[in-house]
Structure formats: C-alpha cells, structure tokens
C-alpha cells in the first residue's frame, strides 16, 4: 500500500504537471487511497501545505540545487518540496524523518538514481539550520518582496492587494492565505433546521458550531473531506461559504418572485436563492455551458428545490424572450483571488490573463441588467479581492447608466459584514468568510421596464 507521503507526492505531480484542480485531485487520490483517517489528514496536510507554499520552498531549494528546479523529474521536484515544507512547517515530524522518507521513496517511484542528490540538497539545508534565514530579505527595505517569500505569494499579488487595500491589511489578506479554511455548511430549510442537522453530524463524530448569526449556517471544523454521504444525497444540506450564503441574502428574493441567476454553476448561490423563497416562484440559473448546468439541475432535485430551471446560454448576450425578473444575481467569473486558501493553485495565475476581466464582467453585469423591472434589485458578485474587478465595475455602471442606483445593503447584513451603504467587501482575516464582493444595485421607478 501507498503511504501518505507518496500519495501525496502523485497528487501535487497531477495539479502542478498536468493542471489538475486541487480539491478534485486530492479527493480522487483519497478515496482510492486506502488510508486510514489520520492518514488521509496526513496526507491532505502535506499536499495543501506544499501546493500553497510553494513560492518559499522553491526559495529554499533554489539555494542548494545547482539544477534550476524546473529541469529536475517531476518526483524529484515535488519529494524535495515536501521534504522542506515538513522540515519547515511540522514541528510533529522530525527532520532526518522528513529527509529519509523521501529518499526513501525516490527508490520507490522510479528516480532512485536522484536519492543521493536528494541526500545531499536535504542535508546542506539542515545543516544551515533548516530555517528560512538567509532566504528572506531585509524586512525593512524589501517589504513586499518579503512578505511574497514568506507568505508564498507571488510579488504581483503582493503589490496589487497593498495597492488596492494598504500594505498592513495585505499582510492580513496574506496570513490567513495559507492553512486549511473552515468548512460551512448551508442547512437546506425545506428538509431540515440547523439544530436538527448539527446534532446529527455531532453524532458522526464532526465539531459543529451553529452559525446562528447568519442563519441556516453550520461551521464544521476539525475535518478534511467530510464524509457524510447519506445526509448529504437526501439533500438536507449543500457546502457554502459564509460570503456566498450572506450575498444571496442581501438580494432579499421573496417567494412568488421571478429570480434571474445569470453565472450559476455549479449552482450554490441558486440553491440558497430558491430556498430562501421557500421554493415558490421561478429561479431561472444560466451558465455557459451545458455539462454545467446538469449539475445545477442534480442539485436542485438533490435539495428537492422544484421552482429552479436552468438554460445554457452566453450571459453576455441578451435574450429579451425572458421577460423581465423582480431580482437578478450577477456572479460573474473573476480571478478568485478571495478563495486562494481554498485554492491553493490560483496565486500562480498569470496576472495578464486576468487582465481582461473587467471587460467580460462589465459587459455580463450590463446585459444582465437589462432584465430587471423598475423597482427591481440586482447583485453583483465576485469571490475575488481586486477592485479593478470589484468596486471599479460596479462604480462605472452606475456611471454610464443613470437608471440604476446603489441600493443601501439590509441593515442585518451592514452589522454582520461591516458593509456601508451598497458594497462590501469580505476580507478572510474579518468574519472568517472567504474573500468576497457583492453590490447592490435597484433599477429606478422611472428606469422604465427594459433598457
Ligand atoms: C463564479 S462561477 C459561479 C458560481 C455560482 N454562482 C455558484 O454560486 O455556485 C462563474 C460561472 O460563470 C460561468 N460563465 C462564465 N462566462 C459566462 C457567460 N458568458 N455566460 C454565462 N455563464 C458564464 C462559468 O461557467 C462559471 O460556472
């Protein structure tokens, strides 16, 4: 059998060589795995700790290889990674462990001709102390050079979250950029009530806080995958962030509304909409593409939510057949630079493919706008931190078009979020949300029926 380490290893080849999703990754190589719970915990460690510090090991290994990483065999690459990372950052495991299970295992995955060289990169570094001295710059004249090497962020990052929001509040925004988030839940009301369900999972053996604050909301901890397949399949509940569950809450959908949700897959927003319109009404949810949207459709007969229909279709361009709608949710595609703690592999994006964002954003908010009645209101949203993609979006269409104005967010959402007037935005560090925007926006009395 495989051990935890070598698994990992396997994984983190797939996500870095081959540009395999974290979360899919590591699921797939767990449940073939088998490994006992604390195992896979092990192993869940190391392939997150690796995959999100990847900046700073790479650091580390620079100095003692005389091989640029890039031209080393993949195994090799990522044996050396997690031998540093565990050497680094798990004061459990002892060093001249982390170092001989991975020589160990270039014997045991096709490079042990690379053991000696792997002996001899992992020996240098303890003997310099195994530290990141001497990997760091001066603090003082370098901060965001330092902060990208410690927190294992990439220096663009680093200089547009201190340009946009303030070199301290970065450092927040980057400190809680690396260890495993809190898992919460969305408690389906149709099938059962948060009390109820935390009992039941307690039961299962999973620390569970009732999020009562936010209402239907359940903070799971202590766990990796969780593993609760039957409560799950009968629909009682779906997983969610804080943000996405208070964003859909602020558009204040009322049952018997017609509700537009323009991006909708894999369909968690549209859920949390229909429920809190307790089913009654029509949420048409639109994605792009057609695979996507059959999954929106499992979810809602998953969670028996009947008023959701879905349509593939390009939310960019406008279909004046449907009609006009009481609420429309905007959550467009963005870098996602909000949920890098959940998604470890979106700090290494190239900055210049999100450069085009905005453009596609604005044009999906301004089409999607053109369905909302006089009176109406519409979010829009993003789980990125990035004003070019967030305030400055939203801040040019009120601009360009008079017919809409900022509508003040629900006074329980201001208190819980800390939100003034329309926007807000959540900081990770703040409410233990993910990064998250959302507005809100109310077409006038006299904006007239359609654009
Ligand atoms: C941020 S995700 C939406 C998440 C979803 N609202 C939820 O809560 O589960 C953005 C979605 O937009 C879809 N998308 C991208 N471009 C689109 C377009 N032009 N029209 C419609 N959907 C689009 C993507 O396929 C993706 O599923």
């Known amino acids: 059998m495989k051990s935890a380490r070598q698994i990992a290893v396997q994984a983190l080849i797939k996500v870095n060589q081959d540009g395999g999703y974290s979360n899919l990754v590591l699921d797939h190589a767990l449940e073939e795995s088998g490994l006992d719970a604390r195992d896979k915990a092990f192993c869940t460690t190391l392939f997150y700790g690796v995959l999100e510090r990847r900046i700073t090991l790479d650091a580390v290994l620079a ?28 004061e459990g495991v002892p060093a001249s462990a982390a170092v001989n299970e991975s020589v160990e295992l270039s ?6 001709h690379a053991s000696g060289f792997l002996n001899g990169v992992l020996r240098a570094f303890l003997r310099d102390g195994g530290s990141l001295d001497g990997v760091l710059p001066d603090r003082a004249e370098h901060p965001e050079e330092y902060l990208g090497l410690f927190y294992s ?13 303030g070199i301290e509040r970065a450092e927040g925004m980057l400190a809680v950029s690396v260890g495993r988030p809190p898992l919460y839940l969305r408690v389906n009301p149709l099938k059962n009530n948060p009390a109820d369900l935390a009992a039941a999972l307690r039961k299962k053996g999973f620390a569970v806080t009732v999020r009562e604050e936010i209402g239907n909301c359940l903070e799971v901890s202590g766990t990796g995958a969780v593993d ?11 997983v969610q962030d804080l943000s996405s569950q208070l964003c859909v809450q602020a558009l204040e959908a009322r049952p018997g509304m017609r509700c537009l949700d323009v991006c909708a897959a894999p369909g968690g927003k549209t859920f ?13 949810a639109l994605d792009l ?33 449907r009609g006009l709608f009481d609420r429309v949710l905007c959550d467009v595609p963005c870098s996602g630079l909000g949920i890098i703690r959940r998604k470890p592999e979106i700090r290494y994006k190239n900055p210049e493919e999100l450069a085009a964002l905005p453009e596609i954003q604005y044009k999906i908010l301004e089409i999607s706008a053109k369905y909302l009645k006089a009176g109406g209101r519409l979010i829009y949203s993003t789980c990125t931190l990035n004003r070019n993609e967030n305030d400055r979006v939203v801040e040019r269409f009120l601009r360009e078009h008079p017919e809409f104005e900022p509508e ?5 959402i201001r208190r819980l979020t800390g939100g003034e007037g ?20 109310r077409r006038t009395e006299k904006g007239g029926a359609a654009l």
């Not at 014997?107 to 042990?112: S, Y």
């Not at 962020?153 to 929001?165: E, F, G, I, K, N």
């Not at 949390?272 to 048409?284: D, I, K, S």
């Not at 059959?294 to 998953?302: S, T, Y």
Request: aromatic share 12%; charged share 25%; glycine share 6%.
């Open 228 to 238: 609760y397949p039957v409560l799950y399949k009968r629909g009682h509940f779906t």
């Open 408 to 412: 003040p967010l629900p006074e329980r």
């Open 107 to 112: 014997r045991r995955m096709k490079c042990g």
């Open 422 to 441: 329309y926007k807000v935005t959540l900081f990770p560090e703040a409410l233990g949300s993910d990064g998250f925007f959302f507005a809100l926006l």
């Open 153 to 165: 962020a990439p220096l663009w990052l680093v200089r547009q979250w201190a340009a946009d929001y």
């Open 289 to 321: 593409h057609e695979f996507k949207t059959k999954l929106i459709r499992d979810g809602a007969k998953r969670l028996g939510l009947t008023c959701v229909s879905t349509e593939a279709s390009d939310a960019s361009v406008y279909d004046p057949a």
């Open 272 to 284: 949390t909409l229909a429920q809190e319109m307790q089913n009654e009404g029509e949420v048409l």
């Open 63 to 90: 100095r003692y290889c005389r091989q640029p990483l890039k031209k080393l065999m993949p195994q090799v690459r990522e044996l050396l990674r997690i031998a540093v990372y565990q050497i680094l950052y798990l």
